[in-house]
């Protein structure tokens, strides 16, 4: 079963929230009268979602051009006779410059026109560690921009065309050091590129299309990536400035079209207080009746939700003070350091294999359209944390496999790197997909944006370690490295969660022994490895705050709202009680939340016993014995439990 998308942006805390009012009549809430708008798929919103994530074309060529234009060309020894130069694969090792010649000219790569074939590889790894210094950041300090006054479509123009403007300075540079710092404006420009492209067009579609939506933004990316070698063999010999002015005018180009045509997210606008602006943009895209439209956003009052407003700082501030935000945070960055590794540092360390760079390039490349593929074939169909454990440690496997020497490895060594770069992609596409339907609207675009910078994190230190295996022959420096940290990542972050559903908040039985029994056996359950436990019921985030400062509950067991019963469908645990008076109080529809046991899906009555579907009471089970058969689950290695 696929999870569920958590609505888990409106958990119960007792930090020092205001009380809630009280209410006195039902409003449809934001997101869903949005989702009822654009629940169907049209061809405006299709139009919308391609031209948006075409920015990830140029994208791609920015972040792995380096791979040519930073690439050491081939050389020949000047005598053909002298036996030294030609049992010598390292041109540093000959006795002087005189002895080899490159085969193209100077300036066909930075390393020849400047003289940096002998240089540390700290500085021949320099520009393109810049490059990703800059993209780390830029993401830090414009992350929340698009959450903020900014906005989706306004981030993603001027990100833009401050890339491709850096990227055509670039080929005025001189030297070295004007040309890392170039690139690293480059990178600084690019950095929110693919944040804002990949949220503004799963918000232009509703929840059932965001996954699919999601997947044009991969494919266009790998499209420009194998748009590189193309470029770069149809200009070999030709200089290297020659394939930063291919790649940048046409990005000028493309944002003209993105201020002009592109959509401002309507979630965005209405959060932000511009409702006029926000219908009228789901009248273009989504086409309802417009009298409708403008009567049933009439009634939503944008005040009743504390995350809206925020200034620059807030979207961070939120991530990192709640403490099922922060939680979900780093263990989804702690992934994305290692995929980084992989999926920038696998490219840029081809050139270290015994293989054509042109061709190792291109099959890299075409990688990405099947981890594309098998991303949507499977995104909707399992669970996404078995993905990630399987595709990131089938990638670590593959990469140390790489280092291994011999005539029959090293035949495999493409074969090997193409896997794990494949698993590598799938896994970080995956990993990007997952961390869309973690976080709420308000704190998206940041959450995404930090998960990224993660990755790229992870691809500062890339450029580094492949110089470093080049200069002395190690692939353990590069490869064994890029596989050790991927594994470890992935197998640190894949903890134990425990997710259990109970009847309703100050129902009898679950204040008195459902609820408390995951409390005290707490500690236990954590020394076995837990890293999350985490109590769902279908009421609003309100009442669920109030019943944990009633309990008083600490933050070892999270209390999650399901205030619209998504979640609670999602897992098979709902009971549609609308015809009957529980006198409970209920979710939206009278739909209740019940518990699972072996037999029979329970809902609560008010006298505090249970009642299967069937009307036949049960008694309800011995809570104590219930968390001690938990801790022994544990024991024989479930990694998800559901209670």
């Not at 693919?194 to 494919?219: D, N, Q």
């Not at 490219?347 to 099947?370: C, H």
């Not at 972050?493 to 204040?511: M, N, Q, W």
Request: proline share 4%.
């Amino acid at each position: 079963m696929a999870d569920p998308t958590p609505l888990l942006s409106q958990p119960a805390t007792g930090g020092g929230e205001q009380e809630p009012p009280k209410l006195e009549k039902h409003h449809p809430s934001l997101d869903s009268m949005i989702e009822r708008s654009m629940k169907d798929f049209g061809w405006a919103q299709l139009v919308q979602a391609s031209l948006v994530s075409l920015a990830c074309f140029f994208d791609a060529q920015q972040t792995f051009i380096s791979i040519f234009t930073d690439a050491l060309p081939p050389w020949h020894c000047a005598n053909l006779d002298d036996e030294y130069c030609n049992s010598i694969s390292d041109i540093c090792k000959l006795p002087s410059s005189s002895s080899w010649q490159w085969d193209y000219p100077k300036h066909a790569s930075i390393v020849s026109e400047w003289g940096l074939q002998c240089a540390n590889s700290v500085i021949k790894g320099l520009p393109a560690s810049s490059f990703f210094m800059g993209c780390l950041i830029g993401g830090l300090l414009l992350a929340t921009l698009a959450d903020s006054w900014l906005g989706r479509k306004n981030m993603l123009f001027f990100s833009c065309l401050a890339m491709s403007c850096s990227s055509l300075l670039t080929v005025f540079s001189t030297n070295v050091w004007i040309y890392s710092g170039l690139r690293f404006a480059t990178g600084f420009g690019r950095a929110t590129i693919g944040t804002c492209a990949l949220v503004l067009s799963s918000e232009l579609v509703g929840k059932k299309w965001r996954g699919s939506v999601g997947i044009i933004g991969f494919f266009v990316f790998t499209l420009g990536f194998l748009s590189l070698p193309a470029i770069a063999y149809m200009n070999r010999g030709s200089s290297w400035r020659v394939l930063y002015i291919w790649t940048s005018v046409p990005a000028i180009g493309y944002c003209v079209l993105v201020h002009f045509l592109v959509c401002e997210s309507p979630r965005w606008l209405f959060v932000t207080g511009r409702r006029e602006e926000a219908l009228e943009t789901l009248k273009s895209i989504a086409q309802p009746d417009a009298s409708t439209l403008t009567k049933g956003f009439s009634s939503i009052s944008l005040e009743e939700d504390p995350f809206n407003n925020m200034d620059i700082f807030s979207a961070i501030k939120v991530l990192l003070e709640k403490r099922w935000a922060f939680r979900r945070l780093y263990t989804v960055m702690l992934v994305g350091f290692g995929m980084g590794m992989v999926y920038y540092g696998m490219p840029l360390g081809v050139g270290n294999l015994d293989f054509d760079i042109y061709w190792s390039v291109t099959l890299n490349a075409l990688a990405e359209v099947p981890s594309t593929l098998v991303t949507f074939l499977l995104i909707g169909k399992l669970n996404r944390r078995s993905l990630l454990l399987f595709f990131t440690t089938l990638s670590g496997f593959c990469s140390v496999m790489c280092i291994l020497e011999g005539q029959v490895w090293q035949k495999l060594q493409i074969g090997l790197e193409l896997v794990s770069f494949f698993s590598g992609c799938t896994a970080l596409d995956v990993l990007l997909i997952y961390t869309l339907e973690l976080f709420p609207t308000c704190v998206r675009n940041s959450a995404l944006s930090m998960v990224r910078q993660a990755v790229v994190c992870g691809g500062v230190f890339s450029p580094l370690l492949v110089s470093a295996a080049s200069r002395t022959g190690n692939r353990m420096v590069s490869y064994g490295v890029f596989g050790l940290t991927t594994t470890v990542s992935a197998l640190t972050a894949g903890k134990k969660s425990i997710l259990f559903v109970v009847s309703g908040a100050f129902t009898p039985t679950c204040s008195e022994k459902h609820l408390p029994g995951f409390v005290e056996k707490a500690g236990e359950l954590k020394a076995k490895g837990v890293g999350n436990i985490a109590c769902i019921s279908v009421n609003d985030a309100f009442v669920m705050r109030a019943w944990k400062e009633n309990l008083g509950v600490s933050d070892d067991v999270m209390l999650q709202s399901d205030g619209n019963g998504d979640s609670t469908r999602a897992i098979g645990c709902e009971l549609d009680l609308s015809d009957q008076p529980v006198g409970l109080g209920c979710g939206r529809g009278g739909t209740r939340c019940s518990r699972r046991t072996a037999s029979s899906r329970l809902a609560p009555r008010d006298n505090g016993r249970l009642v299967s579907g069937g009307g036949k009471e049960a008694e309800p089970r011995d809570e104590p014995q219930q968390q001690q058969q938990v801790l022994l689950v544990l024991q024989a290695g479930r990694r998800h439990l559901l209670v």
